[in-house]
T-cell receptor, first 114, second 114 residues
């Protein structure tokens, strides 16, 4: 019954590799996000999709490519991993309405690049 | 543009004591303000939010926050801390309406001692 689920929970990999993180939500939301949380716990938005369309794209290296096959899924693919990519990546979703977005977060994917 | 400053990366209280976590914001438009809580190895959960209207907002688990426009503050309080309140707390701001991204503060870790 997990609302927003991410896989894998932990990802340990070597520099230069390519990896993907998957995210799925069963809340019927039409907007999904990727956030990056660094070692100092600072959370910064990376991307947001609404109905499979990219609506927010922060200054993120183009090695990061989000893919939304449908509005319930938003995957994150990372090419040529670097040490600085080590962080916790959170997927989130929200419903589109006139008020402020209430985000529902997944439990995070801890990425360690060696 | 919006930004959030959380004063104090760590706050320690005794069980039963008052909890006060400070948040100041900057926004060029009327802000929406949020407090999220993150328990270890979990995603963020919404505690409470301010949109418009009543400036004292009540949230879950006995927490409340007061929007003070003159002070650009949105401090989080709880009259009596429980051990289960130990977590990381994030203040966030958005500009309101549409596809607005949340801008998070750097978080405050609340430590509760017996």
């Amino acid at each position: 019954d997990t609302a927003v689920s991410q896989t894998p929970k932990y990802l340990v990999t070597q520099m230069g590799n390519d990896k993907s993180i998957k995210c799925e939500q069963n809340l019927g939301h039409d907007t999904m996000y990727w956030y990056k949380q660094d070692s100092k716990k600072f959370l910064k938005i990376m991307f947001s999709y609404n109905n499979k369309e990219l609506i927010i794209n922060e200054t993120v290296p183009n090695r990061f490519s989000p893919k939304s096959p449908d509005k319930a899924h938003l995957n994150l693919h990372i090419n040529s991993l670097e040490l600085g990519d080590s962080a916790v990546y959170f997927c989130a979703s929200s419903a589109r309405d006139l008020g402020p977005p209430k985000l529902f977060f997944g439990s995070g994917t801890q990425l360690s690049v060696l | 543009a919006q930004s959030v400053t959380q004063l104090g990366s760590h706050v320690s209280v005794s069980e039963g004591a008052l909890v006060l976590l400070r948040c100041n914001y900057s926004s060029s438009v009327p802000p929406y303000l949020f407090w999220y809580v993150q328990y270890p190895n979990q995603g963020l959960q919404l505690l409470l939010k301010y949109t418009t209207g009543a400036t004292l907002v009540k949230g879950i688990n006995g927490f409340e926050a007061e929007f003070k426009k003159s002070e650009t503050s949105f401090h989080l309080t709880k009259p009596s801390a429980h051990m289960s309140d130990a977590a990381e707390y994030f203040c966030a701001v958005s500009g309101g309406g549409g596809f607005q991204k949340l801008v998070f503060g750097t978080g405050t870790r609340l430590l509760v001692s017996p």
